[in-house]
């Protein structure tokens, strides 16, 4: 089947997710510049730095599917798969603001980051044994930014229980590695006839 329907649908979650983690940023209850930083100030970084994340997820789905022509059932479920994961970005990133960067919050941001790259990894290995699928494998080639993600996650997580905002910073770094844009699938596009 075409894979139309799978990036209208994923499109469509992703821009909830948006939604549900902006509608979390409380209004102060004070109109002045010290009640909007007290009250919304790690809020917005813990939102602008998952907002990010589900930028680089949707620009990255957008670029993959441009290289995949048809999604069969398994591409279908390691699709709602990584859908399922990063759904829970915006019950994570407000517990991790409610919290102020508490440990355990910051743990399970981390997890939750951990999952959903893991869940899109699926999702590629998944494609690369469909008819289409050789076209992507040439086209990521080596995938460094890939498989360096998953030991920061890792690293932000050990570090969480050692301090919660020195956790955030590997989830900073993999968030800025990632926000280069990711010309490989455009140059493998251009380079076909």
Same mark, same amino acid.
């Given at each position: 089947?075409?894979?139309?329907?799978?990036?209208?649908?994923?499109?469509?979650?992703l821009? !909830?997710?948006i939604?549900?983690? !902006?509608l &979390? =940023?409380?209004?102060? &209850?004070?109109?002045?510049?010290?009640?909007?930083?007290?009250? !919304?100030?790690?809020?917005?970084?813990?939102?602008?730095?998952?907002? %990010?994340?589900?930028?680089?997820?949707?620009?990255? @789905? @957008? @670029?993959?599917?441009?290289l995949?022509?048809?999604?069969?059932?398994?591409?279908? +479920?390691?699709?709602? @798969?990584?859908?399922?994961?990063?759904? =829970?970005?915006?019950?994570?990133t407000?517990?991790?603001?409610?919290?102020?960067?508490?440990?355990?919050?910051?743990?399970?941001?981390?997890?939750? =980051?951990?999952?959903a790259? /893991?869940?899109?990894?699926?999702?590629?290995?998944?494609?690369?044994?469909?008819?289409?699928?050789?076209?992507?494998r &040439?086209?990521?080639?080596?995938? +460094?930014?890939?498989k360096?993600s998953? /030991?920061?996650?890792?690293?932000?997580?050990?570090?969480?229980?050692?301090?919660? +905002?020195?956790?955030? !910073?590997p989830?900073? %770094?993999?968030?800025?590695? +990632?926000?280069?844009?990711?010309?490989r /699938? &455009?140059?493998?596009?251009?380079?076909?006839?």
């Amino acid at each position: 089947m075409s894979t139309s329907r799978l990036e209208a649908f994923s499109d469509g979650v992703l821009a !909830v997710i948006i939604t549900i983690m !902006v509608l &979390e =940023l409380h209004i102060p &209850e004070e109109h002045t510049w010290s009640a909007l930083t007290h009250h !919304v100030g790690v809020g917005f970084v813990t939102y602008l730095l998952s907002f %990010v994340y589900v930028g680089i997820y949707w620009s990255n @789905h @957008h @670029h993959m599917f441009q290289l995949v022509e048809h999604a069969d059932g398994a591409v279908l +479920w390691a699709n709602l @798969h990584l859908l399922f994961w990063l759904s =829970l970005f915006p019950f994570t990133t407000a517990w991790l603001d409610e919290s102020k960067v508490a440990e355990a919050p910051t743990v399970l941001y981390g997890i939750n =980051l951990l999952a959903a790259a /893991v869940a899109y990894f699926t999702l590629q290995l998944v494609i690369f044994r469909t008819a289409g699928g050789q076209r992507l494998r &040439e086209a990521l080639g080596g995938d +460094w930014k890939g498989k360096l993600s998953p /030991v920061l996650y890792l690293l932000g997580i050990g570090l969480a229980f050692v301090e919660p +905002w020195l956790g955030l !910073v590997p989830f900073v %770094v993999v968030a800025l590695i +990632w926000l280069v844009p990711d010309r490989r /699938v &455009e140059r493998y596009l251009a380079s076909q006839p």
